[in-house]
């Protein structure tokens, strides 16, 4: 039969025991060594869930910034095309104001020294029917 040792009374659970400086231990010192430790699958699923947690963290976090990027830029498109609509509105009237016939009369008087046609000096185009005109042209085909 071997006798069993136990840990001394103020011996800590893990601790070194108490050094003596003559080297020599007393049986009673000597702790037993630990059981052995069966490995349980808790750290890995810890870690697995925080890397999780981390993952759906990070996702939510670039969703939002995303979203805000777009809101930032519907704002500027939306701003941009106020702009727009208000460049077109004075284009629209100013094109409105060049061709109104007063405008046209004042810049063809002003700058062209332009006069009005008086019916003397009119003079009527008259066209020629080619179907009655007989010419080379018309036999040479």
């Known amino acids: 039969m071997t006798p069993t ?5 103020n011996a800590r659970r893990g601790a070194a025991p108490p050094n003596f400086e003559h080297g020599f231990q007393r049986a009673d010192d000597r ?8 490995p349980t699958g808790l750290p890995l699923v810890l870690m ?3 890397g999780l947690l981390t993952a759906a963290g990070v996702v939510q976090v670039r969703t939002r910034a ?13 701003a941009e095309h106020g702009r727009l609509l208000d460049e077109k509105r004075r284009l629209e009237a100013e094109r409105a104001y ?3 016939p007063d405008y046209i009369e004042d810049v ?5 020294q332009m006069v009005p046609a008086t019916p003397d000096r009119l003079q009527a185009i008259r066209l ?4 009655k005109q007989t010419g080379p042209s018309k ?3």
């Open 5 to 9: 040792t136990t840990p001394p009374r």
């Open 31 to 38: 702790l037993p060594p630990p059981p052995p430790r069966r």
């Open 48 to 50: 697995l869930a925080l």
């Open 66 to 78: 995303r979203v805000l990027e777009l809101g930032a830029d519907i704002a500027e498109l939306t």
């Open 98 to 100: 060049l061709r109104h």
């Open 108 to 112: 063809a008087a002003g700058r062209m």
């Open 128 to 131: 020629r029917d080619e179907s």
């Open 139 to 141: 036999q040479g085909g």
